[in-house]
């Protein structure tokens, strides 16, 4: 477990203090590509998926780079953690699809509310609230959203590789191994295991090389398509959305329904957005620190107030580029399982998806069933945590298994986070054990309840 310093920015010349952390720059930028390697699909999900809110698709997948490298930068200059930042999947589908679909607000006033959104991260994150909120979730469930994480990641992985698949009859089952993509995924999940478990420098950054080279034999020299693809190029402008979120604040503030529909309607959409970046931000940013052995044995993670304040930052800053709520990325945990341990990791990262938005169109030569092995042996490597809960304390057991099991069941870390502290401040109450938990931690429990009662509430 490192110690307090060991994440710190070095005071004498060594930005990224490389020699107190055990690590150096070739080992560095090595996780910093296989992050990027694991997140790039962002670069052309985001716009599909904000396309169908009516935005312009060039200028979107133009300000995912470009808010994706802001982001990722200030996580590595402002916290000295390998942590990445791009638009959040869940929260890109929350705008398109609730935001501008069921609640029938433009993209403007999106945009607007993510704006919002991130000043209050930004004010909460300046006065220590966030690093107090998170500091308030007692350590046994810390340990357990590392390993929800771990699952989570691996649905993901599975499911995208085609390895499981959705069932009518039994909700999910194996997939079609016949599929070309689904059998260079498992190719590469053999390649990638036999890096990792002969311990070879680099494995997991290797591994995608060497599955995208067997992927290019399968579909040039033999005519099984595994989805590559010349890619997509980077075209446009940012005029079509930079700035244009200052036209949806009078749409959100409306009142030609009523001053209580405009109050209720906008504080459905801010809670919602809070709450889920804040708890997809903070699972993923205590998983991966915990990965890492970031975290004191109390829990607690240095530097959280600076990785929260980038977090905050990123999220206004790409409002204002034209993209839906940025976060930090679970992918990170790539970087780190490779060995990133310094905020070089992340300007690594950051300087690809500046490189992306000329080199975007080669992107398409690494299929998507070349990185979801690297994410399954990443969720392998987090579910360790589970480990240091006790499972035969009742009252703690069943709060930390919500959280682990709705990870990957609900497909969203804060949806873990939401069932485990509810229950944990539930058991306790009934328990008589009221003193036991932090007020902060009960608050935690109402919002993330007033927000599910807002979200099946449509005013």
């Not at 694991?38 to 470009?66: E, H, Q, R, S």
């Not at 009252?395 to 930390?400: F, N, R, S, T």
Request: net charge neutral.
């Amino acid at each position: 477990m490192a110690d307090s310093t060991t994440s710190a920015i070095h005071p004498k010349g060594d930005f990224f203090n490389l020699k107190g952390n055990h690590t150096d720059i070739r080992t560095e930028i090595i996780a910093g590509l296989t992050t990027f390697f694991t997140m790039a699909y962002i670069i052309f999900v985001n716009p599909a998926i904000l396309g169908d809110a009516k935005m312009d698709k060039g200028a979107v997948m133009l300000a995912t780079c470009v808010a994706s490298a802001i982001g990722t930068l200030l996580s590595g200059l402002l916290s000295n953690y390998p942590l990445a930042q791009a638009p959040g999947m869940g929260l890109n589908a929350f705008f398109a699809y609730t935001i501008c679909g069921t609640y029938g607000y433009s993209w403007q006033a999106g945009l607007s509310a993510v704006f919002i959104s991130g000043v209050i991260f930004i004010v909460l994150s300046a006065g220590g609230i966030r690093e107090k909120i998170v500091d308030a979730i007692p350590l046994p469930m810390k340990k357990a959203i590392s390993g929800g994480i771990g699952l989570f990641i691996a649905i993901v992985a599975l499911k995208g590789a085609g390895i499981v698949a959705p069932s009518e009859s039994t909700i999910i089952t194996l997939g079609n191994f016949t599929n070309p993509t689904t059998a260079l995924a498992v190719i590469g999940i053999f390649i990638t295991v036999l890096l990792v478990v002969q311990g070879v420098k680099g494995g997991l950054f290797i591994s995608i090389l060497a599955t995208s080279v067997v992927g290019a034999v399968m579909q040039f020299g033999f005519g099984a398509n595994v989805g590559i693809s010349q890619g997509l190029s980077v075209g446009g402008s940012l005029a079509p959305t930079f700035g244009k979120f200052t036209g949806g604040f009078s749409e959100l503030l409306h009142t030609n329904e009523g001053i209580g529909v405009a109050f209720f309607s906008l504080i459905a959409v801010l809670i919602s957005l809070t709450m889920v970046d804040m708890f997809d931000t903070v699972g993923t940013l205590y998983g991966t620190a915990g990965k890492a052995g970031f975290l004191t044995p109390e829990g607690k993670l240095p530097n959280a107030t600076r990785a929260l304040m980038a977090d905050a930052i990123a999220t206004s800053v790409g409002a204002v580029f034209g993209t839906s709520t940025v976060t930090t990325y679970v992918e990170s945990s790539a970087g780190i399982s490779e060995g990133g341990k310094t905020g070089l990791t992340s300007v690594t990262t950051a300087i690809c998806f500046i490189l992306a938005i000329f080199l975007a169109p080669f992107l398409g030569f690494i299929p998507g069933s070349a990185t979801y092995p690297v994410l399954l042996i990443v969720g392998v490597m987090m579910i360790g945590g589970v480990k240091d809960v006790d499972w035969d304390d009742m009252e703690i057991a069943i709060p930390c298994f919500l959280t682990i099991a709705m990870m990957p069941f609900a497909y969203s870390i804060s949806e873990g986070i939401a069932f485990g502290s509810i229950s944990y401040c539930f058991i306790k109450l009934v328990r008589g054990k009221v003193k036991e938990v932090s007020p902060i931690m009960y608050g935690i429990a109402v919002l993330f309840i007033i927000r599910y009662i807002l979200e099946y509430v449509h005013f």
